[in-house]
């Protein structure tokens, strides 16, 4: 989810699981939105749950993910100590819908192109759901279901895209430390220092 968005906001201050979707398209052009938004796929090889408690992290990936309490996301202590921790000092929300999201179609083709960026991406989804889907250190494509309460935290230099589910609706927050840089670098970028750390770091924990 990246730039140009709806709904900017500066307050002071579920279950996700792992799937292994089949194919290595790397966007939505001649393909059917229907069968991206599924669940459940052909090809799907087995699930991974990304958390049984807060706080874990998705080994194969490193990509980590907690719960919260989306309800009183304008007023909770868990979010501002996680925001004080981790230096997110900006944040807005964003809400993807056919009915809000100018050109819908082009974002989300965008959405699902295969990148990476050079800081995290941290989404908070406060209502709706949608598919993260991120390659493993085999560089197999990884199907992140994610819903309301959930917080992801996606490495820099990862290769990564996004995908509503069928409900066709997520609002969700992006918290970034600093100004945020929302270029998105399609693969090929395996040149990019991001992705050189990120590799090396997945070599350390193999």
């Known amino acids: 989810m990246g730039a140009g968005l709806l709904h900017r906001e500066r307050p002071?201050?579920?279950r996700m699981e792992a799937r292994q979707p089949a194919g290595d398209a790397?966007?939505?052009q001649g393909t059917d939105r229907g069968g991206l938004q599924a669940?459940?796929?052909p090809g799907l090889v087995g699930v991974v749950s990304l958390h049984e408690s807060q706080g874990d992290t998705h080994t194969h990936t490193h990509t980590r993910a907690i719960k919260l309490d989306a309800d009183k996301y304008e007023n909770d202590p868990e979010l501002e100590k996680i925001r004080k921790e981790r230096h997110y000092s900006w944040m807005d929300i964003v809400t993807i819908s056919r009915e809000k999201l100018p050109d819908y179609e082009e974002k989300i083709k965008m959405f699902y192109t295969e990148?990476?960026?050079?800081?995290?991406?941290i989404r908070y989804v406060l209502d709706g759901s949608g598919y993260f889907d991120v390659r493993d250190a085999e560089d197999r494509w990884i199907r992140i279901a994610v819903e309301k309460g959930d917080m992801i935290t996606l490495p820099a230099g990862?290769?990564?895209?996004f995908t509503l589910d069928e409900q066709n609706y997520v609002k969700a927050m992006r918290l970034f430390v600093g100004e945020p840089v929302?270029?998105?670098h399609n693969r090929p970028a395996d040149h990019?220092?991001?992705r050189g750390r990120?590799?090396?770091f997945l070599a350390q924990r193999a």
């Open 198 to 200: 990120y590799m090396a």
């Open 182 to 184: 929302w270029t998105a």
């Open 115 to 121: 990148h990476l960026h050079l800081d995290e991406e």
């Open 192 to 194: 990019l220092e991001a």
């Open 158 to 161: 990862i290769y990564h895209r």
């Open 26 to 28: 790397c966007d939505v």
């Open 12 to 14: 002071a201050g579920g």
């Open 39 to 41: 669940r459940t796929q």
